[in-house]
């Protein structure tokens, strides 16, 4: 039998079908989700959004669409990806400014001696204080540049480049880690509100604090000054958290920078990474925005903040499939043991090509075959190697084979690292290097002993070097 359905019932279920797909596609990874502790995450930023949303007098008007919009992003699985992490730094951004909505009198008292009392006893003195009392436009320029321009630019600079150039995977831990860092540091400066050196130069140190009192830019008062604007005067004026001294956000934030930076480019970034966070430190004292204690409390956050999410980030080998360097270090000894117990000659050297070349002193290690069973192999890894035509990268084994692992990140800030490089190869969900690659790193320690007496640059023990 015949159905006809008439044109007007066919386009009057169009938008049902429409919004019953939508809700099925949304429901239906939910549905077969294995829920873990992991996902509580997502519970406590429900609980914000939701105490932000009832905080904000905003009106009705522009908080239900904005809330439609959030939740129509989760459909899609493409827009999702990216949403779960971004609600990290989403749920920071709206606390920060939400705290101009909460009443005075559910706020806990306001210290003004505690940082100044710690600075005398930990530092000698208010080290704020004295960067401060010498001024110069060209220092105010030079501070104005990290704390008023880099500090809001540098996450997104960063993220971009870890996007292109960081192993897959590490933005969303990126975003993650820096924004439950942030909220860490916000829900702290509510619970604990301390007074910045800028009250302390304009009210004294005991003069007690009230929340109706404005902010103040400090040094960035200058900064309008020589930029002919009230930028900065307009802006902290009405900062809705005028006491959040403790812990500086500003050095934590150049502290996770200094951290994901790293671990993107490799070790030869530290000097440049160190350069940012201690060029930041000044320019907080010099401005008169922090203490010292404010500073180092904020990069005691940061360091947490990046040990707990170290654990979710990719293997610093790149792609999943990559070898890991504690496995292909295991094969390679299992080759190497085989046919050192077999050689009753010298021992044989891996070229460069991954052919087997002969000692040319066959008498050097000849005293017993106990000392030649009991040769280390050092195993060296290189990866991320990628030339403009090629986006493969190959590994040699000690048996001459050579193993193709495509699809690799481009970047290769690692080269020539290798005892960081192995460390970072076992970060990956949580995974120890301390139990699993604990034979490794012994053996490892003992080959670079011996070989340090024994042997020479290029004809002395088995070197397996990957390219």
Known sequence: MITITPPN????????????????????????HSYTSYDLQYLFLFVIFSACYCLN??????KIP???????LLIPKQTRSFMLPF????????????????????????????LPTLEAILYGGNLSNLLASSTAPWKDLLAWLPYGVFHFLMPVILAALVFIFAPSGTLPVFARTFGYMNIA????????????????????????????MPGDPGGLSRVDEILGT?????????????????????????WQLAFFTVFAFGPRSIPIALLYVFWIWWAAMYLNHHYVVDLVGGGVYAVIAFWIGSAFL?????DESSLDAVDLFRRDEKVSTSMSSSSTEAHPLVGMNGSWDRDPAPDRHSDSDEAEDSIQVIVTVDVGIQTESSAMTDFSSLDGSRTTVRDQPRWNGWRGHKSWLVVLSSVRSGRSLSRKSSTFTS????????GAHDTQPNDRDLVAETH
Request: aromatic share 14%.
């Open 66 to 72: 904005l809330l439609v919009i959030s939740i129509a």
């Open 185 to 212: 540091g916000v829900l702290t400066q509510l619970l604990f509100p301390c007074s910045p050196p800028w009250y302390e130069a304009h009210y004294g140190e005991f003069h007690p604090a009230t929340y109706s």
């Open 314 to 318: 990719p293997s610093a080998l790149g």
């Open 9 to 32: 019932l066919r386009y009057r279920r169009g938008p049902l079908l429409a919004l019953k797909t939508a809700v099925a596609t949304t429901l239906h990874p939910l549905q077969q």
């Open 230 to 254: 009230a930028m900065y005067k307009n802006t902290f004026t009405a900062s809705p958290l005028v006491f959040g001294a403790f812990p500086s956000l500003h050095s934590g934030c150049a």
């Open 443 to 450: 053996t490892l320690s003992a080959g670079v002993t011996m």
């Open 57 to 62: 007098d905003q009106p009705a008007l522009v």
């Open 87 to 114: 609600f990290a730094v989403a749920a920071w951004l709206l606390l920060f400014y939400s705290c101009r909505f909460i009443p005075s009198e559910w706020r806990p008292h306001i210290f003004t001696t505690v």
